[in-house]
T-cell receptor, first 116, second 118 residues
């Protein structure tokens, strides 16, 4: 089954304790991206990757890092989480350059993060 | 810069009523995609529809229909004979092909929370 998986799905942590949210896709997609969702703001892009070892900032990258060592994985790293990073996080992937009638971005199930 | 506006923050209707969710977008690109997603209380994002900028045909899928009008930069979503299971947050999103230099970012609206009252 084609899917994007995220782990963990729920996480409560404390300020300053480094954490990683994993994202993996099994569709051989080149493009992957992270979004955060906050009330009244919709979803905003944090980072994206157009291929292995190619990553770049989105609209709200402060406080986050990413890596893309393998095509299927795109972890989101919070080196020193703060309460303003409490949010719902989504990973997405798509076949880069695929713009046909079936074009779609596939979203993971979401990770709800609380930083106290 | 790209922008998506969903002016309706919350809508409540009685079951079986029709309801339209509005979406207005801004883009400088001539080639782009528009999407609608549903987010039920469980939190996941459910893809509903994609429409590219060259296809202004309205689409109907069961009780759902979409009206795309480039002249007014709108992509509205109508649910006919609403049901309780339609209660969710609905997001409209825009993907530009020209401005983002390969970043296939979706620009989301702020969402409309739809509540269907039994």
């Amino acid at each position: 089954e084609a899917q994007v998986t995220q782990n963990p799905r729920y996480l409560i942590t404390v300020t300053g304790k480094k954490l990683t949210v994993t994202c993996s896709q099994n569709m051989n997609h080149e493009y992957m991206s992270w979004y955060r969702q906050d009330p009244g703001l919709g979803l905003r892009q944090i980072y994206y990757s157009m291929n292995v070892e190619v990553t770049d900032k989105g609209d709200v990258p402060e406080g986050y890092k990413v890596s893309r060592k393998e095509k299927r994985n795109f972890p989101l790293i919070l080196e020193s989480p703060s309460p303003n990073q409490t949010s719902l996080y989504f990973c997405a992937s798509s076949p880069r350059g695929g713009r046909g009638d079936d074009y779609e971005q596939y979203f993971g199930p979401g990770t709800r993060l609380t930083v106290t | 810069a790209q922008k998506v506006t969903q002016a309706q923050t919350e809508i409540s209707v009685v079951e079986k009523e029709d309801v339209t969710l509005d979406c207005v977008y801004e883009t400088r690109d001539t080639t782009y995609y528009l999407f609608w997603y549903k987010q039920p209380p469980s939190g996941e994002l459910v893809f509903l529809i994609r429409r590219n900028s060259f296809d202004e045909q309205n689409e109907i899928s069961g009780r759902y229909s979409w009206n795309f009008q480039k002249s007014t930069s709108s992509f509205n979503f109508t649910i006919t004979a609403s049901q309780v299971v339609d209660s969710a947050v609905y997001f409209c999103a825009l993907s530009e092909l020209e401005s983002n230099f390969g970043n296939e970012k979706l620009t989301f609206g702020t969402g409309t929370r739809l509540t269907i009252i039994p």
